[in-house]
C-alpha cells in the first residue's frame, strides 16, 4: 500500500475519533444541565460551564458536591 493512502486512513480514523469525543462531551454539557434544573440549587449554566471547562473533573463535582439529594 502506499503511504499516501495509509496517511489517509490514519486521519479519516483520527478524525472519527476527534468528533466522537466532541460528541461526548457535549452529551456531558447537555446532561449536566438538564439534571442541574431539577436537582441542584446552584443555576443550571454555571455547572455546564464548569464541565465545558473541565469535562472530567466537571462531572465528577457536580456529581459530589452539585446535587442535591432527595
Known sequence: MSPLVLQGA???IALLI???FLVVHLAMI???YSDAQSRSEHPP???ALV???APLLGIL???IIGRDSY
Open 51 to 53: 464541565v465545558f471547562f
Open 45 to 47: 449554566i454555571l455547572w
Open 18 to 20: 476527534s468528533l466522537g
Open 30 to 32: 447537555v446532561w449536566t
Open 61 to 63: 463535582l457536580y456529581l
Open 10 to 12: 490514519a486521519a479519516g
